[in-house]
């Protein structure tokens, strides 16, 4: 029987410079989708799997993250007061079991791999996730609920993988595919920002994984990768080579990068369109303005 997976970490301490000077005094993740920050659509995303410990490494300037997990007691105080009982459902979602979450420090921003192994203690010996959450996915199964029962019947390490066009590979880790099985491919090895001509597949690696704890023991050895940073899809290819296989799987939904601009506001207007209140007027507008728009050409 595989140990389940209840433990993920949110590597959070990027200095987010494509969002400044918002990320100035804002956590990127704090950010809102209409009015939810994305940190709570990977929580949801997480709970929805299973997880029931959240592990952040965080870095300097990141409180709102940690005060927006934490009771408000005052404010729920008032909204009881005032019977806002569905504001105060909403509430809910953002509080965290006592001892359920743990922040952890990442004192300088090495690269991805440096921020997870920073977690490694709290890990230990069991497999666990790891969520970026400025990668959002819609999906009627939550990606890492897709991902974690898939990893159930192949163990060893598993990759969210979607395809690209070949001019974006140079942004994602790209993975050189051995046996291509539909929603599961086996990984003969993965590449970190290769260039079009160079990338193995055109199946890159989005914020999504499932690990073995063999990954952190890889990380100590702390080798810098593409981009002078410590990369985790170093860490992941390195156990193909120790005998611990490594998936890519194609997860079913939609993927925003709301670490860039384009992907954010792409993610706003779908999440808003997808909420009831808001899709009418939005649609008006929208016709509007691309009306316009065309007018104008
Ligand atoms: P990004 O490459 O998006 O970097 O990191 P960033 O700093 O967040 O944003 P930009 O590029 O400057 O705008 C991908 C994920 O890895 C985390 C980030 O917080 C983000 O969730 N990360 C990256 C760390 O936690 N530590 C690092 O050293 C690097």
Request: charged residues 25%; hydrophobic residues 40%; aromatic residues 6%.
């Amino acid at each position: 029987m595989r140990n389940k997976v209840t433990k993920a970490i949110f590597p959070v301490a990027g200095l987010g410079t494509r969002f400044l000077p918002a990320t100035k005094s804002v956590p990127k993740e704090i950010m809102t989708l209409v009015d939810r920050p994305l940190v709570q659509y990977a929580i949801d995303e997480a709970r929805e799997a299973g997880i029931k410990e959240f592990i952040f490494v965080t870095s300097r300037g990141k409180g709102a993250l940690e005060d927006y997990f934490d009771h408000s007691p005052n404010l729920e105080q008032e909204l009881r007061k005032k019977g806002k009982d569905d504001l105060l459902a909403t509430l809910q979602d953002t509080n965290m079991d006592s001892g359920a979450i743990a922040y952890i420090r990442q004192h300088k921003a090495l690269g991805l791999g440096h921020a997870v192994w920073c977690a490694r203690r709290l890990i230990g010996n069991e497999p666990f996730a790891v969520m970026l959450p400025d990668d959002v996915i819609a999906a009627e199964k939550p990606c890492l609920k897709q991902m974690i029962e898939a990893y159930e019947e192949t163990g060893g390490n598993m990759v969210a993988a979607m395809e690209v066009a070949p001019e974006k590979t140079s942004s994602y880790g790209v993975l050189d595919v051995k046996e291509d099985m539909g929603s599961v491919v086996s990984v003969n090895g993965m590449v970190e920002k290769p260039k079009a001509e160079d990338a193995p597949s055109n199946l890159a690696v989005i914020g999504r994984y499932v690990l073995a704890p063999s990954v952190l023991r890889n990380l100590n050895e702390m080798k810098q990768g593409a981009g002078g940073e410590i990369q985790l899809t170093d860490a992941i290819a390195q156990d193909i080579a120790q005998d611990t296989p490594v998936y890519g799987y194609r997860f079913k939904g939609q993927r925003f990068d709301c670490g860039s601009k384009a992907g954010f506001l792409q993610a706003t207007v779908a999440f808003a369109l997808a909420r009831e209140e808001l899709r009418e007027d939005l649609m008006e507008y929208i016709t509007d303005i691309t009306q316009v728009s065309r007018a104008a050409e």
